[in-house]
């Protein structure tokens, strides 16, 4: 139950956080069509046999599926409605991090209205800075947090660069 509660949080995070792009394909099916999905050049869905977590990705993709299956009747903004309410049924109380995931509850709850790179941007300036002192590692938490903080302005394929980009090793 516990893995099953972070493994929704995270595929909602998925669909409303992450470009199109970057959404596994439905045969046909493009965004804002009915059943939604991905669009033209989009690929399956990653192998969870090369995952580091391979049965976190396989309940992942489950959850995914279910969350899609809930919706595919509905098209357009009643599907972003849909969506937004799959995402607002997940059980923090038994996430990893209740704190964070409640935390995205809210900021999905706060950026409803709004949709596509504003919706994105919307989400990512109510989402609050992770706490580094209870992470495994402080010294990499800080240093993604003041990744996070120098690319928040961008979103998408320019953001995960930038992202890459600063996180990337010195060159020597």
């Known amino acids: 139950m516990h893995t099953s509660s972070l493994i929704i949080v ?11 792009a970057a959404q596994p394909a439905a045969a046909g099916m493009g965004p804002g069509m009915p059943g939604g999905g991905g669009g033209p050049g989009m690929g399956r ?7 580091a977590d391979p049965q976190q990705c396989e309940a992942r993709h489950a959850a995914h599926q279910k969350v899609l299956a809930a919706c595919r009747d509905k098209s357009g903004s009643e599907r972003r409605q849909c969506l937004h309410q799959q995402a607002q049924q997940t059980d923090c109380a038994s996430a990893r991090n ?14 409803q209205e709004r949709s596509g790179p504003d ?14 002192s209870k992470s495994a590692d402080p010294a990499r938490c800080q240093r993604h947090q003041k990744a996070r903080e120098l690319c928040r302005d961008r979103i998408g394929p320019e953001h995960r660069q930038c ?10």
């Not at 996180?167 to 020597?172: E, F, G, H, K, N």
């Open 119 to 132: 919706f994105k941007r919307c989400v990512q300036e109510k989402m609050p800075a992770a706490d580094c």
């Open 163 to 172: 992202l890459r980009d600063a996180l990337a090793p010195p060159a020597r």
């Open 45 to 51: 869905p990653a192998d969870c046999g090369k995952a």
């Open 10 to 20: 995270a595929l909602a995070g998925a669909l409303f956080a992450m470009p199109a």
């Open 98 to 111: 209740p704190q964070q995931c409640e935390a995205r509850k809210q900021a999905y709850a706060a950026c």
